[in-house]
C-alpha cells in the first residue's frame, strides 16, 4: 500500500522544494499592481498579474522602509523576493524584498509630483485662465511641421473658416531639444498679438510625450498673455500641459474645431441676429410712434389756445342758454302781463265809465260816494268815458228816505 501524508506533510514538502531551488529563492518579477491592500500590521497584500496569469504578493512591514511610493492599483511594477509556499493554504506567493516601477512607473510618479506640486503652486486655478476668443481670426499652431497633427489643423481651418489665416512655428515635439524649442515658440508667438495659440502634437508613449510634462513648459504657458490650447496627443492621453492651458483638446482636430468658428454657421447667426434686431427696432419704433401720437394727444388737450377755444364755446354755450332762457322767461312774463292786464283792463274805472257809469268828485277833487258827500249849490264835477261836466247841485234827495 502506498504511504499516505497528511495536508501539512505535503505543504511542508513543496515549501522545501521551493527553499532548494535558488531561482525561486531570488526572483524579479514584473507585472501590474491589483487588489492592493494595506494592513493595519503594516503588510502590503497584492496580486500581481499580466493579461492571462497572476500570483498572489505580500511585503512584509519590514521591508517597506526601500518602498519610494505608495503602491496602488494599476501600477507597472517590477517585485524582487523569493516565492515560496504558505503552509496553512498551500498557496504559493512572492514575498517581495524590494518593489520599484517598471519602465515607465518612474516617469509616472514624476509626472504625479510635478502635477501637484503646480497645483498647489495655484497654476491650475480657473481664475489665471483666459478665455478663448470666440470669434479668432489669428491662430498661431505650435508643433511640428512635417507631422499629422499641422495637416489636421490645416484642413479643419480650410473646412469651417477659408478666412481664418494660421501661423505655424515649428518647433520640436519630443526629445532632449523639443522643451526649448516649444517655449521658444510659446514666447515668439504671445509676441506677434495672435487671438489664440494651439501647443500640439499626435499620439505617442508617455516617454514620447515627455516635453509637454516639463515644468519649464509648463511656466512658459502660464506666462503667455495669449490663451493657449493644449492639444497632446490621443483623447485618453494626460499632460502637464493641459492642465495649465487655458483649455484642453483631446487631439489636435478638436482644438481645431474649438479655435476655428463655422463660418456659414456664423453668417446664418449674424442673418438671424440682424433679422430680431430688425424686427425689435421696427417694435420699438412702433411702439415711440403710439406713445408719441398718445402724447400729441395729451397735450393738444392741454394746449392753452385748445382750452380758451374750449372755453369760449363753452361760454358761447352758456350765452345761447342763457338768451334762450331770457327769452322763454320774457315770453312767460309777457303772457303773465297780459293775463294781468286784461284782468286790470276788466276793473278800470275808464272800463266803467264806457259802460255809462261816471266818477263825481267835488271841488277840492274828493271823491263823492253818497249824496251825503253834497249839499245843494255844491258845484261838483262829473267825469265820463268822454271828458268832464261841471254841475251844480240843485237838490240832494236820500235814496233810502224814498223808499221809506
Known amino acids: 500500500m502506498a504511504n499516505v501524508y497528511t495536508v501539512s506533510q505535503v505543504n511542508s514538502y513543496i515549501r522545501h ?48 522602509s526601500g518602498l519610494k511610493f505608495a503602491l496602488d492599483d494599476g501600477q507597472k511594477v517590477t517585485v524582487t523576493g523569493s516565492v515560496n509556499v504558505y503552509e496553512r493554504d498551500g498557496r504559493y506567493q512572492i514575498y517581495a524584498k524590494e518593489i520599484v516601477m517598471d519602465g515607465n512607473g518612474e516617469l509616472f510618479l514624476r509626472f ?44 479643419i481651418a480650410a473646412r469651417r473658416n477659408p478666412y481664418v489665416q494660421l ?44 516635453a509637454f510634462n516639463e515644468e519649464e513648459t509648463a511656466r512658459a504657458i502660464f506666462a503667455c498673455h495669449t490663451p493657449v490650447i493644449s492639444a ?15 483649455m484642453r483638446a483631446p487631439t489636435p482636430s478638436a482644438a481645431a474645431e474649438l479655435a476655428v468658428f ?9 442673418g438671424n441676429i440682424s433679422y430680431t434686431l430688425k ?23 392741454k394746449n392753452p389756445h385748445k382750452q380758451l377755444a374750449d372755453r369760449r364755446q363753452y361760454l358761447e354755450n352758456l350765452g345761447a342758454e342763457l338768451k334762450d332762457a331770457m327769452r322763454q322767461k320774457l315770453l312767460f312774463e309777457k303772457y303773465r302781463l297780459q293775463l294781468a292786464a286784461e284782468r286790470l283792463e276788466g276793473k278800470s274805472p275808464l272800463r266803467k265809465l264806457e259802460s255809462g ?47 221809506d
Open 167 to 210: 501661423y505655424l512655428q515649428p518647433a520640436l515635439v519630443q526629445g532632449e531639444l523639443a522643451v526649448p524649442s516649444i517655449i521658444q515658440g510659446l514666447n515668439r508667438m504671445d509676441a506677434m498679438g495672435l487671438d489664440v495659440i494651439i501647443l500640439g502634437r499626435g499620439g505617442g508613449s508617455l516617454e514620447d510625450l515627455w
Open 262 to 270: 463655422d463660418y456659414e454657421a456664423f453668417c446664418r447667426d449674424l
Open 112 to 155: 504625479e509630483k510635478l502635477k501637484q506640486e503646480l497645483f498647489e503652486m495655484g497654476m491650475f486655478d480657473q481664475v489665471y485662465k483666459k478665455s478663448v476668443p470666440r470669434y479668432a481670426l489669428k491662430i498661431g499652431v505650435i508643433t511640428s511641421p512635417t507631422g499629422a497633427a499641422i495637416r489636421d489643423i490645416m484642413n
Open 17 to 64: 522544494l521551493f527553499e532548494e531551488d535558488f531561482a525561486l529563492t531570488h526572483i524579479s518579477v514584473k507585472g501590474e499592481v491589483s487588489n492592493c491592500k494595506y494592513h493595519s500590521s503594516g503588510h502590503i497584500y497584492f496580486t500581481l498579474k499580466e493579461k492571462n496569469s497572476a500570483i498572489p504578493a505580500v511585503m512584509f512591514a519590514g521591508n517597506r
Open 232 to 246: 497632446v496627443g490621443h483623447e485618453t492621453d494626460v499632460t502637464i500641459t493641459d492642465f495649465v492651458a487655458d
Open 279 to 301: 424686427k425689435n427696432l421696427e417694435n420699438r419704433l412702433s411702439a415711440a410712434r403710439s406713445r408719441l401720437n398718445y402724447l400729441e394727444v395729451c397735450l393738444e388737450a
Open 357 to 403: 257809469f261816471s266818477y263825481i268828485t267835488d271841488e277840492n277833487d274828493r271823491n263823492i260816494k253818497s249824496v251825503s258827500g253834497v249839499k245843494r249849490e255844491d258845484r261838483v264835477h262829473i267825469r265820463v268815458s268822454d271828458g268832464t261836466i261841471l254841475a251844480q247841485v240843485l237838490e240832494v234827495e236820500n235814496g233810502k228816505k224814498n223808499d
